[in-house]
């Protein structure tokens, strides 16, 4: 049980440079008016330029909560959190928003995607917020889209594709800005075993062609695809495995 | 987010809840098209007043000497029985008047009563016979289309000529030239000498349903009691010359009526300003009222777009949360909802104002009352559109901003 390096890292460090992730005691509590909620109590886990690791654990582990704050949705009450190079523990709300524009790739367990405009539009969100003009924004959009086997479903609202296509739009939306990091919620949840498999293979192409992928899971078959697996329990990290490769 | 984004992405939510939106800009539809038509009309109103009624009624540089107001909007009982005591003004009046006005004036006697009036066989009732001097023509601006007007000397010698209005002149010789024939006025015959050229309408009522004689002819019994005359009118070339003209006549009246200095006059000297000062007040009290009633409608309206937008805030809860993962800022989130509160805003005063614009055409054209759009009105129209969207999306812009994005796509 070591969390690969970051029990080395201490508090005025600067991470390596091919570590995109670097959690350092991490801590959130929520302060839920009669009791304070000890949702992660001192997490530290540094991850990899293109990694592909499972965070697993019960409900109330505290993997939601890490999540977020790895998703820059959320600050820590203490601790460090360095994404790729760039301290962003202590960044204030619009530094966030810039950072998950740029760095994070976000699939939700329900996809999110917005029912009244196409895919290629759906795709194109994040580029309109990182300002790219409306032309750049739909030639990378469209390539983003052929890169998850879309390409001709680029005029279909949500409504008029399947759950499969759906989360594949998703992940085009995700890598669309060349983040840092794909970070998935549950991002088979809403699909059946067939589709699931069929999105697997889409993650397991990405992490193959370089993309760090961080997802969140409760089921063992999908974690095992990758290729290392945290669990939590308690708010803290219990178990940190590498699969051979 | 790009303003012109903001827009575009408003005008796609407009066009994708059309009923909800349709509702949302109603207020705001119905203040900005009350503002135009009601400023059209009072637009019109006051062109209509200062050009058209005060200048044809009585006219410019000129005034009436009268024994009471001609123009009385809300007399009370006993003024009006003070008025009806006063003496009348007499043919001797009007000449001694004339006689010591020094300033370069035109001036004319007028006497009015509504007869009715025939010829060739035909009858045309209620029609406006004045009795005249000579001048009447010039200081009136009544063009003669056809014949002549009457002379000075037909006017001393009391000849029975007269000329008609076109409505007359159409009515009792639809298809024959009227110069040289005869009317009849009670029983009196006139030879008909000139036709006056159209006037048009005022209000909905025709200003060619008239006939002019002059004054001293036979007419004079029948519009008054001997002697006596309803106005007399004077003409001045400028306001300098029609001021001094008036404190002359003024001085010529009082003598004659034997005022002390203390006493009032008896008599008024009406000037197109007092039907304009009327018509001032009136102004005041519309535009006074205009506004009240187009800020209610703009209050609702603003009130309505608030609560349509809280409403999408909280229904789009998702959205604004899964924007916010994907890089929007605050700011982002306030303009995109601001801009959809302006967009329903000005585009319902844009429909507001297109409707007014019709509206205020239809009611120049189907009823008498003038209108005519002003471009200020639609200025501001589109101001106030834009500003009450501002306003009203304000509050839930600001929520929709403030979202935590965790709890937003939380949100079911």
Redesign the interface.
Known sequence: MSPEGAQNFRTGDTPQPDVIILAHKLTREYDMGSELVRALRGVSVQIRKNEYVAVMGPSGSGKSTLM?LI?C??TPTSGEYWLNSQKVSDLA??EL??I???EIG?V?QTF?L?P?ADALHNVE??L????LSARGRRARAAQALVRVGLGDRMDHRPNELSGGQRQRVAIA?ALV?DPSILLADEPTGNLDSTTSAEIMQVFGDLHRQGQTVVMVTHEHDIAAHAARVITLRDGLVATDQRKAA | MPLFEAIVLALGQLRAQKLKSGFSLLGVFVGVTFLIAAWSIVNGMNVYMTEQFAGRLIGVNTFHLRRRPNFTPNISDSTWRAWARRPRITFGDAEAVTAAITAPVITAWESSDRVTVEGSGKKVLDVEVTGATERYFDIKNLAIANGRAFTAHEVRSGVPVIVLGEDIALKLFPSRDPIGRQVRISGQAYRVIGVVAHQGKIFGFSLDRFAVAPARSPIQDLVNPPGIIDALIVKAGSVEAMRAAMLEAEGVMRSRHHLRPRQDNNFVLETSEGVLAFWGGIKRILMFVGPGLVGVALVVGGIVIMNIMLMAVAERTREIGLRKSLGARRTDILRQFLAESVTIAVVGASIGILTGIGLSILLDAVTPLPASVSVASIILGVVIGGGVGIVAGVYPATRAARLDPIAALRQE
């Open positions: 977020n998703g949705l959320d709300d619009d928003a810039r998950r524009n740029k976000f939700f999110n917005l009244r969100l994040p309109i917020y990182a300002g939306r800005n």
